[in-house]
């Protein structure tokens, strides 16, 4: 027993020593895991300290600089502004002040995202934080519910990644709680609701601005209680809670909403009952921000402010696009949506432009209208939408692409000019056949647009009147090129050193063209008394604080003096009137403008302008200089684009008081003179076989005529030949007539000339009397040699070239040769005498009919 004691004894010890082993070991086990724990703790803390510091600093550009929509104002008839586009690229972001937010939209954002909002400023919810750990693990460790506070995700959308790291965590709660302490919660609350993502499976909207009006179609303020609860329920999952996605479950998220709202205070029962039974109305479906309405005028909106920002701000053009498209700027521009909607609609009608059937390819056009008075451009259209040209934002636009403008030049390249350096509207040149040689270019010959007919003396009016190119030809080589070009580029045009020859600047054959904007540009300086305004499509542009970062002023410069203005207003008043362009006639407005016809009508333009606006047409073919026909027959700038200019002119013009041109400047004066020399009137020229030549014709003070006419002269002829008579002329057969003696003028000149039979005889009657029946089939031409007459050679009273024949009027650049000569050529002594008459002998008439020949002269 006394053994068996001892052996517990024994036995107890052996475990007393054991345990105490135990002990120790465990102890050592212990400390040596705490000093883990505290190295751990040590290294970790090291780490976080290290993140602490990398965290990148607070940014105010960082919450207001993000990607942001920019939007293109237009001006309303009562003087408000309207929204024409939104532009944006890959964000559709809108921002807007808090105060334009509706409070029950704040306020629902705060009831769903984050209720302790107002009460937290640590930027982090420990208790959300704690609740939410707990969720997730009763739920097996599965992350349920966030935990991150509207001060959180404001700082992970602007200023960091969307990366889920420990390091992204910390430098989130250090930013935010930074945020928390510099900025107050309506300025926290603003940033994010126009940052967080609202979009749909078709919906692009960052931001509460752009998701109202891409679900709703209507300005954020305008927003109802149910609908704001809508778009507050959509930020937790957008691809389930988007209405794009799922209207359902979008209005079970709204609801949801709205019975935070009512248990957190923020509504009453009644507001949650009536938000709760409202039927809700989108428009998304109908609703594309990505594009928009009037393309071709914001498109060269688009152009224009890219330009401005690159020229003001000194950045690159693709800098300025991005500002345009992710800059939320405010574009305000001068479209007049009731001119562009009557733009638009005109050119959906296709009776208002040819038609081909030889060819797929339909006739393009472009149009511009222009407020003269402030050069701000109230519409453009770029082009037609047929089956060969589909519109493309951002595509083709015709208004701003270079064309050959044919006669549509020549207000501007040839008689503003002419009147500028001291010609006048009744100063005459000779329309006939002519040559110019200038030096380094070859020999030129223009002709009309009626290829062979010419009308002899005519005055500046009447040539622009019915475009006649030879005496536009004639007025730039008197004025000389560089006067021409000179004046081109004060109107705008783009003159290159390639154009400083006749036929590009005086009848529009220039080297690169001029686009439809220019044209109405230059012609409202025209009609704004002389004074060049830059055309204009917006007036300012503002960043997204309100801050002017371009105020765009047109320029301005004196081209024409007003006297000279008004007198080629009177001028181009004409071709409306009575000439080229009587297609473009309003009945209730004065017109004043110009037709424009390229080589083989290529281009056709109808410029004009009213008291308001002035407005530019170009017709034609995009990929070629075809001529363009209407079933076969050849167009001029009179027939389809006067037709298209009135059409939407007289819409535009319907409710404006009817007006007419009547501020007349100080310093015209009005003579009467003649119509064939530009001088003052004599007797001769009242005594004109075609009747009385003078006309009242005005003047800038200083440029009115003061020598008299000597062009009407008055000759003693033989009746029957139609020769000067002499001392060899029978005395009964001698009569005195009055004759135009056109100076410089040559005899194969003047057989082609439609005032040729009333010029002056050169031959005279001799000793040597050619006797009836002699000259019956004799013809004597420029030389005065005789020679056989035929259909090729014969001088028609109309004006034709011989063996040819007219066409109806119009303008054109038509260059083909004649064997014309300069009107620097002297007088030929031996000159062909063309009086109309038929030099028939008394044998052939007999005696009866020299009788008559004799009275009837």
Same mark, same amino acid.
């Given at each position: ?495 290159? $050193? ?10 529009? /054959? ?42 765009? $002023? ?255 009027? /119009? ?47």
């Amino acid at each position: 027993m006394e053994n068996n004691t001892q052996l517990r004894r024994s036995d107890r010890n052996k475990k007393k020593k054991n345990k105490s082993a135990l002990r120790k070991t465990l102890n050592v086990v212990l400390w040596g895991v705490l000093i883990l724990i505290l190295a751990g703790i040590g290294a970790a803390g090291g780490k976080v300290l290290a993140i602490i510091k990398n965290t990148p600093p607070l940014s105010q550009d960082a919450l207001t600089k993000i990607k942001q929509s920019s939007i293109v104002y237009v001006k309303n008839s009562d003087g408000s502004w309207s929204q024409a586009a939104i532009l944006h690229g890959s964000d559709n972001r809108l921002w807007v002040s808090i105060d334009k937010i509706p409070e029950n939209l704040q306020n629902a954002v705060v009831a769903i995202e984050d209720q302790r909002f107002y009460k937290n400023n640590l930027g982090i919810d420990p208790k959300r934080i704690i609740g939410a750990l707990l969720v997730d693990l009763k739920a097996g460790g599965k992350p349920i519910e966030g935990a991150s506070t509207i001060t959180q995700q404001l700082v992970k959308n602007t200023m960091l990644t969307d990366e889920k790291t420990l390091t992204r965590k910390i430098q989130e709660a250090v930013l935010a709680w930074q945020l928390e302490q510099k900025y107050t919660k309506k300025q926290i609350l603003e940033a994010y609701l126009n940052t967080i993502y609202l979009g749909g499976p078709h919906i692009n909207a960052y931001g509460v601005q752009a998701a109202a009006l891409q679900y709703f179609g209507k300005d954020v303020s305008q927003l109802d209680l149910a609908e704001s609860a809508m778009i507050a329920g959509i930020t937790n999952n957008p691809s389930m809670y988007s209405p794009d996605s799922n209207v359902e479950k979008a209005t079970e998220r709204q609801h949801l909403v709205l019975s935070e709202m009512l248990k957190q205070g923020f509504i009453t029962q009644e507001q949650y009952n009536s938000a709760i039974n409202e039927k809700l109305n989108f428009v998304f479906k109908n609703l594309n921000l990505s594009t928009y309405s009037h393309g071709y005028f914001i498109d060269q909106v688009i152009n224009d402010a890219t330009d401005a920002l690159v020229k003001k701000l000194g950045i690159t053009k693709s800098e300025a696009l991005n500002k345009i498209y992710n800059g939320g700027l405010r574009i305000y521009s001068t479209m007049d949506p009731n001119i562009q909607t009557i733009m638009e609609n005109a050119f959906k009608n296709p009776k208002l432009f040819p038609v081909d059937p030889t060819t797929k390819e339909a006739v393009q056009g472009a149009m511009v209208v222009i407020d003269w008075k402030t050069g701000e451009i109230k519409g453009i259209v770029g082009g037609r939408n047929t089956n060969d040209f589909k519109y493309v934002t951002r595509g083709i636009s015709f208004a701003d692409s270079k064309r050959q403008p044919g006669s549509s030049i020549k207000p501007l390249t040839v008689y503003g000019p002419a009147l500028q350096s001291g010609l006048t509207a009744a100063t005459v040149v000779d329309d006939v056949p002519t040559t110019f040689t200038l030096p380094g270019a070859k020999p030129y010959t223009p002709h009309n647009y009626e290829s062979n007919y010419y009308h002899g003396l005519v005055t500046l009016r009447e040539a622009i009147t019915d475009s006649l190119n030879v005496p536009a030809v004639q007025v730039v080589n008197k004025i000389g090129i560089n006067v021409s070009a000179s004046y081109g580029k004060k109107f705008g045009l783009d003159i290159t $050193k390639n154009d400083m020859y006749l036929p590009a600047l005086a009848l529009g /054959g220039l080297s690169q063209g001029i686009t439809p904007i220019q044209e109405a540009a230059a012609y409202g300086a025209i009609a704004n008394k002389g004074m060049y305004i830059s055309p204009i499509t917006f007036t300012k542009i503002e960043d997204s604080t309100g801050k002017i970062l371009v105020n765009n $002023k047109p320029e301005e410069h004196v081209v024409l003096s007003e006297q000279n203005a008004y007198i080629l207003r009177s001028m181009m008043m004409d071709v409306v009137n009575h000439g080229t362009g009587t297609a473009a006639r309003l009945s209730n407005m004065d017109v004043a403008g110009k037709t424009g016809t390229s080589e083989n009508s290529g281009n056709i333009w109808f410029s004009g302008f009213t008291p308001y606006y002035v407005g530019t047409v170009w017709m034609g073919y995009p990929s070629s200089n075809r001529a363009v026909k209407n079933y076969g027959v050849p167009q001029v700038g009179g027939t389809f684009p006067a037709k298209m200019w009135k059409t939407v002119m007289t819409e535009i013009h319907q409710n404006l008081p009817a007006k007419r041109f009547t501020d007349k400047p100080s310093g015209i004066v009005y003579e009467t003179v003649c119509k064939d020399s530009g001088d003052l009137p004599t007797n001769l020229c009242r005594q004109d076989p075609r009747g009385d030549r003078t006309y009242t014709e005005m003047f800038a003070v200083g440029t009115q005529p003061t020598n008299y006419c000597t062009v009407h002269v008055s000759a003693k002829i033989n009746t029957l030949t139609g020769k000067l008579a002499s001392e060899w002329t029978l005395p009964f057969l001698v009569k005195e007539k009055v004759f135009i003696d056109p100076p410089g003028r040559t005899a194969r000149q003047n057989a082609y000339a439609a005032d040729g039979k009333y010029v002056l005889p050169t031959e005279v009657d001799t000793e040597n009397q050619i006797q009836p029946g002699d000259n019956q089939s004799g013809n004597t031409d420029q030389n005065g040699d005789t020679t056989n007459s035929d259909s090729s050679n014969t001088a028609p009273a109309n004006g034709t070239e011989p063996g040819t024949t007219t066409d109806n009027g /119009g303008q054109s650049n038509g260059s083909s040769s004649t064997d014309g000569q300069s009107t620097n050529s002297g007088m030929n002594g031996n000159q062909k005498s063309i009086s109309g008459q038929t030099n028939s002998t008394p044998s052939q008439k007999g005696i009866g009919n020299i009788i008559n020949s004799i009275i009837g002269n």
